[in-house]
């Protein structure tokens, strides 16, 4: 049997009902062109993705996990690789969905990979610790509600599916867990200049606790030019309005720039 190993983050699920579900929340899966699982281990979600009809692959960066799923799983394709370091546009067949439950301690730079590939990646179904769940599916005003939470709601639309406790898990984490549905909403490119976009909202929740109008200073300097948004803080704007705040905030450096 496979030792769940503490540096890889490593919680192995032991419950069939909850690896059942998560694979049940796949959206359309006859509509995926690559169905790709990150951290698979003793193949609690591998052996449902299996029996399906549909172009399946998983990352693994575990030796002994690898061994045991070629024994069990023959017939399934594991890459023996870091799936942060990996370009997921160069699959054949797309869009791609990203499953799994995550280990921990990737599971945030496992989002932003969702992010970069938002093209490529039309979904994501995964369990996360349940604090970053919820962070992810916050909608504006709630204190949870921060960089991740603006930035995958832009490109997606996210469902808290349910929390999974503890006891679920071999060995049991000291937290609960939460599954989280991303699916890629209609946007192609946002309404602003997406890389100042970034910068912005990233800027803003660095100094969460000031207004806009001090944060935005880190990025435009003097402020000479006043806007409503200055006066809120970051967790009480929506994505719309980060977009808006985006437009102003350029319009302001194109001034500066041309009046220098």
Same mark, same amino acid.
């Not at 370091?85 to 160069?90: A, E, F, H, K, Q």
């Given at each position: 049997?496979?030792?769940?190993?503490?540096?890889?983050? /490593?919680? *192995?699920?032991?419950?069939?009902?909850?690896?059942?579900?998560?694979?049940?929340?796949?959206?359309?899966?006859?509509?995926?062109?690559?169905?790709?699982?990150?951290?698979?281990?003793?193949?609690?979600?591998?052996?449902?993705?299996?029996?399906?009809?549909?172009?399946?692959?998983?990352?693994?960066? !575990?030796?002994?996990?690898? !061994?045991?799923?070629?024994?069990?799983?023959?017939?399934?394709?594991?890459?023996?690789? !870091?799936?942060?370091?990996?370009?997921?546009?160069? *699959?054949?067949?797309?869009?791609?969905?990203?499953?799994?439950?995550?280990?921990?301690?990737?599971?945030?730079?496992?989002?932003?990979?969702?992010?970069?590939?938002?093209?490529?990646?039309?979904?994501?179904?995964?369990?996360?610790?349940?604090?970053?769940?919820?962070?992810?599916?916050?909608?504006?005003?709630?204190?949870?509600?921060?960089?991740?939470?603006?930035?995958? /709601?832009?490109?997606?639309?996210?469902?808290?599916?349910?929390?999974?406790?503890?006891?679920?898990?071999?060995?049991?984490?000291?937290?609960?867990?939460?599954?989280?549905?991303?699916?890629?909403?209609?946007?192609?490119?946002? !309404?602003?200049?997406?890389?100042? *976009?970034?910068?912005?909202?990233?800027?803003?929740?660095?100094?969460?606790?000031?207004?806009?109008?001090?944060?935005?200073?880190?990025?435009?300097?003097?402020?000479?030019?006043?806007?409503?948004?200055?006066?809120?803080?970051?967790?009480?704007?929506?994505? /719309?309005?980060?977009?808006?705040?985006?437009?102003?905030?350029?319009?302001?450096?194109?001034?500066?720039?041309?009046?220098?």
């Amino acid at each position: 049997m496979v030792k769940p190993k503490k540096h890889l983050g /490593q919680h *192995f699920l032991k419950d069939e009902s909850i690896s059942q579900e998560i694979v049940s929340s796949v959206n359309e899966i006859e509509a995926i062109g690559t169905v790709l699982e990150i951290g698979p281990g003793t193949g609690a979600l591998t052996k449902y993705f299996a029996t399906k009809k549909v172009n399946f692959l998983a990352f693994e960066v !575990d030796k002994e996990s690898i !061994d045991f799923l070629s024994i069990n799983y023959p017939s399934v394709k594991v890459l023996n690789q !870091d799936v942060l370091g990996y370009d997921l546009s160069s *699959f054949e067949f797309k869009p791609v969905a990203i499953v799994g439950n995550f280990p921990y301690n990737i599971s945030s730079q496992i989002l932003f990979k969702a992010i970069e590939y938002r093209y490529e990646v039309n979904q994501l179904v995964g369990m996360f610790q349940k604090e970053v769940a919820e962070r992810v599916a916050s909608p504006p005003g709630s204190k949870k509600y921060g960089i991740l939470s603006v930035l995958i /709601q832009a490109y997606f639309n996210v469902e808290y599916l349910f929390t999974v406790h503890e006891e679920s898990f071999i060995p049991p984490p000291k937290v609960k867990s939460g599954v989280i549905r991303l699916l890629r909403n209609d946007v192609s490119k946002l !309404d602003c200049d997406e890389k100042l *976009f970034f910068k912005i909202v990233k800027a803003t929740f660095n100094q969460r606790r000031k207004m806009i109008r001090n944060s935005i200073k880190t990025i435009v300097g003097k402020l000479e030019s006043e806007h409503e948004l200055f006066s809120k803080r970051p967790e009480q704007l929506s994505v /719309q309005n980060f977009i808006t705040l985006t437009n102003f905030t350029e319009s302001i450096i194109k001034t500066s720039n041309s009046n220098q």
